[in-house]
């Protein structure tokens, strides 16, 4: 393929630049560098304005109101987020859902829920994992049984991100208990507000509140809010994990966090010189930018199979394993720069009249950030798990 990028595409990457510039929140800009988390009006206020814009959703096709963006040109958006350090599009509903429901869902489902996707209305959580069905999702066991035109979910989910301000959610349910794993599972989607659901904060080893418990009892689920066929919900998840993965990969992000590390060494004192000049460091530093770079094409190629028209298949997974390796790896470096100013700090944690921070402004989220990207290599199925999709699909072993 074609990686140099032609004039139309210098002029896109021109007008998404501006765009960004122009009409960015104000009060979002630097806002979790300076110790504060994100609230849910951060979220939705920079989605509406993408949404207003037509460009919230790069990959969805354009009659379901995608802007009909080339690969290359969801590349460069990507690049231009990140380059600005917008907050991010939460991908439950955009990235997840929202491309299950535009294939697999009936009419009524995409006239229903696609459009208050792409505006902001519902902000949706994902009920995937539960506390004995992690990486072996199928062996989950929250139940749906048939009752008239109803299902009676009850269960447990785990994990569940944000939760706490979800309108919907999409979960697996088990709606075959006889039948083999992978045949009896279900899709729903389910009104977060309807009656027999609670949500438990956890609070994570970053200080936040960005997982919980979600459990469910005599939650009544009507039959018409199923996504494709009773027992084929395994399809659905399929294909929702493997676009989840491509997602994860996070190259644009990860170029951005190195420029800052790059920065951050370039400030920070090892002994007399600064820290960029220490061999070692400028070392690992060299090492993550030639994996990330290997990772980049890596993508791109993703991207271009995509536009051709082809599923993801198992470059997803090798996405997702180095993509979740190489963010792990920038936090890791990140918070040695930093040395004892990464010390842990959080914002209103309240527990002493000794509220500041000592250090500089870069080094308020180096220990939150670590302690929170741990998690990349477990979810969205293990790392281990994708090592094994890998060598079934690929090696054949």
Known sequence: M?????????AFREEVRCFIAENYPEPLKGKLDEGDEWSKED?????????????????????????????????????????????????????MVGPVIYTFGTPEQKARFLPRILSGEDW???????????????????????DGDHYVVNGQKTWTTLAQHADWGFFLVRTDPSAKPQEGISFLLIDMKTPGI?????????????????????VRVPVENRVHEENKGWTCAKFLLAHERTGIA?????????????????????????????????????????????????????????AAGKPPGAESSLL????????????ELTLEAVGHYGAPWFRGFGMSDNEHAIGPDYAL???????????TSIYGGSNEIQRGIIAKMVLGL
């Not at 609670?198 to 005599?218: A, D, K, M, S, Y």
């Not at 993550?288 to 993508?299: G, S």
């Not at 989220?365 to 998690?375: E, G, I, L, V």
Request: net charge neutral.
């Open 365 to 375: 989220r180096a220990a939150p950030t670590y302690f929170n990207m741990r998690k």
């Open 198 to 218: 609670t949500v438990r904060p956890i609070i994570t080893l970053g200080g936040e509140h960005e997982v919980n418990e979600v459990w469910l009892e005599n």
């Open 124 to 146: 949706w959580c994902q009920g995937y994992s539960e506390p004995g069905a992690g990486s072996d999702l199928a062996s989950l066991r929250t139940k749906a049984e048939r």
């Open 43 to 95: 979220y939705l206020s920079w989605h509406r304005i993408l949404g207003k814009k037509g460009w919230v959703a790069p990959a969805w096709p354009t009659e379901y109101g995608g802007p009909g963006w080339s690969a290359t040109q969801r590349f460069i958006f990507s690049e231009e987020l990140a380059r600005a350090d917008t907050i991010p599009i939460l991908p439950f509903g955009i990235s």
């Open 2 to 10: 074609d990686l140099s990028f032609s004039p139309e595409d210098a």
């Open 250 to 306: 996070g190259v644009a992000r990860s170029k951005r966090g190195i420029e800052k590390l790059r920065a951050i060494a370039a400030t920070e004192l090892d002994g007399d010189r600064a820290l960029i000049e220490n061999p070692f460091f400028r070392r690992k530093i060299a090492e993550l930018e030639i994996d990330l770079a290997a990772l980049e094409f890596t993508e791109l190629r993703g991207l271009a199979a995509l």
């Open 320 to 331: 997702k394993i180095k993509g979740t390796e190489i963010q792990q790896r920038i936090t």
